[in-house]
Structure formats: C-alpha cells, structure tokens
C-alpha cells in the first residue's frame, strides 16, 4: 500500500473514532457512559420553552426533564451528582445535536418512534404522555380531538405531533382535514393560540398541561389523549453501552418511588391530566 494510501486510511479510521466518541473538549470518549465514570460535564439538551418539562427562567432550566435527567445521571454516576451542562434542544435540532456532539443526551420530550430510531439510540421510555388538545377556556366547538376537522391546528417545527391529527395510520391516526399553522416551537403555538391564530394546539398531555397551568386558568386540556408518547433519552447513533446503563436507572427511579415523585412534583393536581403509575417497559437498546 503506498504511503498516500496509508495515510488516507488512516485518517478515515480517525474520523471513525472520532464519530463514535462523545464530546468532551479535548478528550474523547467512547461512550457517554465512559464521560460519566471519568467525572468529565456531560452536555444535556433540554428544552427551555416548555413550562414543567423544560423551562429556562434562571441559570439554569427546570422542569421533570430537567430533574430527570439529573436523576439518571447520578445513578449511573454511582450516586454522585454528576457535572452538567445545559444546551438548549427544540425539536428540529435533536438529531442533529446528537449526531454532531453538541450535546451527549437529551431529554426533551423526546418520543420514540420507528423514524427517528434510525438516527438515534434511544434510552427508555422513562414516562408515556398522551396526545391531546389544548384551546381557549371559552371554546365550546371543540369538546374532543374529532373536532379538529376543519379546525386551525399548529405544526411546530420537528414535531410530528400535527400528522396524528391530519395523517392517516401508520404515520398519523385521525386522518382528519385540519389546517396547520406554522410556528418554531410550542411557545410561539401558545401565542398564536392567545392572539386567536389558532384554534387549537395538539400535542402530548405533560406538555399541554405545563403551559395550560403557566397560563392561569386562558386555557383547557380536553382530558382525551388518543395515542401513547413513549419519551425516550436520545443518545448518539450506535451508543447501547450509554442505554443500557440508562434503562438500568431509570428501572431504579420507578423503583425507588423517584420518578413518581417527580411527576407529581411538576404535574399532580392538573386536571384531566392522567399520570403514569407504573415504569413502562423498556424499548431495548439494539
């Protein structure tokens, strides 16, 4: 093999390798359960709109998310609290995050699905949400999510929530003809439900109820979740040794009574709003 050649191989193995490790500044790492065990900060994406999953009003987010993921990070930290550092993640730049180290996982109302497994290793589920609408208190048109057809419903950026309402199965559910609106996340949905752009917003119950209680009362969850919203712990393609110890944690948050406190913490008292008793089973790491 001639030298040119070696040296080409050569550096597309070190681009491998590269791939394959978890951000760490100069060092890299193998797995993001190896960056744990060696005390290094682990970056985790959060949203930092989303009122009691994910809501930045200080230095730092807080939210179920939030404290989930720190829940998890110190069990598979040997009980420790591990080092953290918080990188915002909307919808529309999960994947990309993960695949291109800005952050080494995520937790973001991340539901698991078919599509995005093929780009993403994912931990969990943690919890399952259900999908449901949100409109204005005064609305007496819209008393279950059949009375979407018709309706203007909001499309957030990277969400597929709106295709549940609009598709047919296997991608969507209720294949009904609504009108979507534009908008870059659920906050700037909220607004436009406020302003009347909107009649409805239509996503997971955890989310709906966090803004419908930020909103003092403007709003009202109809109570009718429809499918199941598995939220996953995204992790970098092919990392298993990081979800396997991740399952493991969160297995012994449920366990322990942890993760129901947490979801009573940030959600008990909403109404309509049914919680998850029960640790749901975990997808596998393959």
């Not at 534009?182 to 109820?209: F, R």
């Amino acid at each position: 093999m001639s030298i040119r050649r070696i040296g080409a191989a050569l550096g597309a193995a070190g681009l491998l390798v590269a791939g394959l490790a978890a951000c760490g500044g100069d060092k890299t790492y193998a797995s993001v359960s190896d960056k744990v065990a060696d005390g290094a900060t682990i970056v985790v994406g959060t949203k930092w709109d989303q009122p009691s999953l994910g809501l930045k009003k200080g230095a730092e987010p807080e939210g179920f998310d939030v404290d989930v993921a720190k829940a998890v990070l110190k069990e598979m930290n040997g009980g420790k609290d591990a080092s953290i550092e918080w990188k915002e993640s909307a919808s529309s730049n999960r994947e990309p995050f993960l695949a291109n180290g800005t952050v080494d996982i995520i937790f973001a109302t991340y539901s698991i699905t078919n599509a995005r497994k093929e780009k993403v290793t994912f931990g969990g589920p943690y919890v399952i949400a259900h999908q449901d609408v949100m409109v204005r208190k005064d609305d007496t048109t819209i008393a279950s999510p059949q009375d979407l057809k018709g309706k203007r419903i909001c499309k957030a950026a990277g969400s597929n929530s709106y295709k549940r309402i609009t598709d047919p199965p296997p991608d969507g559910e209720l294949d009904l003809d609504a009108t979507t609106v534009d908008a870059a996340n659920y906050s700037e949905c909220v607004q436009k439900l406020t302003g009347s752009n909107l009649d409805a917003v239509t996503t997971d119950d955890l989310i709906l109820a966090g803004f419908a209680k930020q909103a003092g009362g403007n709003f009202k969850v109809l109570g009718q979740g429809f499918t199941d919203e598995k939220y996953g712990i995204g992790l970098k393609k092919g990392d298993t040794k990081t979800c396997e110890a991740v399952n493991a944690a969160v297995k012994k948050l449920w366990d322990n009574g942890t993760m129901k406190q947490l979801l009573d913490k940030w959600f008990g008292g909403i109404e309509g709003l049914k919680l998850s008793e029960s640790a749901p089973p975990a997808e596998g790491c393959a």
